[in-house]
């Protein structure tokens, strides 16, 4: 009998579909997937493909966005509960009115929010180019920075500006205690600590380098350390271990009863959704024209800031 892994590559050329995974799925979809990457990499990749169906290994604002970025193909996603604390720490309705106070202000917002924030914001960015597009602004320019106040409070300080931020944050990265990583630290003496901005600032001041999931692996790669505590999802730890076989990783407890940092969205997805998923070519990502529209302009216009 054939392997989900042989099926989805016969399904994947019959129907020239594409897979996109980013870093925190489970290691053997990251494995079967066309593309692994970071979301500023996955939007880029969502723009360019030629095929014409797209899985999308991730959750659902990545999903949502590969579809606005091709609204006449069909983007799948696994599991359509698979969601994201930061993005619903932003209700449409609320982070309007929010917006109605600041009539001067140009709305930047992390890749991390529903299809509506995105049709409110001026232009999007990941963490991996937040620091470029909000130094595309003039210093004097007003800037509302939604959803995550811990990667809108570190561009802050990296920037000197003075954004306002809305009170949103992820619930993996938010909870990564600083006792955690000190003990960590003393424990593993000349590790360097790598963290995602999404952490809070407290882990970000003891960190020896901050950046985008692909920014962390490309550290860990390029470093002459051989030992890594590594702040952000586990499903990061499969790439930097095949990418660095030698090298050693620990992953920063979120708390003394759990030693493991798993996006409880992120796993939902598996090997047999993804199978299934392609061959009935659904769930599938719908959305209206006119959400479409207004929300492409921004993504747009990050894609061309990032080029
Ligand atoms: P990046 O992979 O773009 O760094 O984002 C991490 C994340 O939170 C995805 O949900
Ligand atoms: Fe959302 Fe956090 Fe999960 Fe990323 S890790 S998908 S920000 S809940």
């Not at 001067?104 to 890749?111: K, Q």
Request: charged fraction near 25%.
């Amino acid at each position: 009998m054939k392997s989900f892994v042989e099926k989805l590559e016969a399904l994947k050329k019959e129907k020239n579909a594409v897979i996109l995974a980013h870093f925190y799925q489970v290691p053997e979809i990251q494995d079967i997937a066309d593309y692994v990457g970071d979301s500023l990499g996955l939007s880029q990749q969502a723009l360019n493909t030629k095929a014409e169906i797209i899985l999308f290994a991730g959750v659902h604002f990545m999903a949502e966005t590969a579809k606005i970025l091709n609204p006449a193909k069909k983007v799948l996603l696994p599991d359509l509960n698979a969601g994201c604390s930061l993005a619903d720490s932003c209700p449409p309705e609320e982070f309007r009115k929010f917006r109605e106070h600041y009539p001067d202000h140009v709305v930047i917002s992390y890749i991390n929010c529903s299809a509506q924030i995105k049709t409110m914001s001026d232009v999007i960015c990941t963490s991996g180019n937040a620091l470029k597009i909000v130094e595309s602004f003039p210093k004097e320019q007003p800037i509302i920075f939604a959803p995550d106040k811990n990667l809108g409070g570190y561009i802050n300080a990296q920037t000197g500006r003075n954004m306002v931020l809305w009170n949103g944050s992820c619930e993996v990265h938010d909870i990564i205690k600083a006792e955690a990583v000190i003990r960590l630290k003393t424990e593993n003496p000349g590790a360097m600590l790598i963290a995602h901005p999404e952490c809070k600032a407290v882990i970000l001041e003891l960190a020896d380098f901050i950046g985008s999931t692909t920014a962390l692996l490309n550290y860990t790669g390029k470093s002459n350390a051989k030992k890594f505590i590594v702040a952000t999802e586990t499903g990061i730890l499969h790439q930097m271990r095949k990418n660095s076989p030698e090298k050693e990783f620990v992953i920063v407890p979120t708390d003394e009863h759990c030693s493991c940092n798993d996006c409880p969205y992120m796993k939902m997805n598996t090997l047999e959704k993804v199978y299934n998923c392609l061959l009935h070519e659904q769930p599938e990502i719908k959305l209206s024209k006119s959400v479409i529209e207004k929300a492409n302009k921004p993504i747009l216009r990050m894609l061309k800031l990032s080029e």
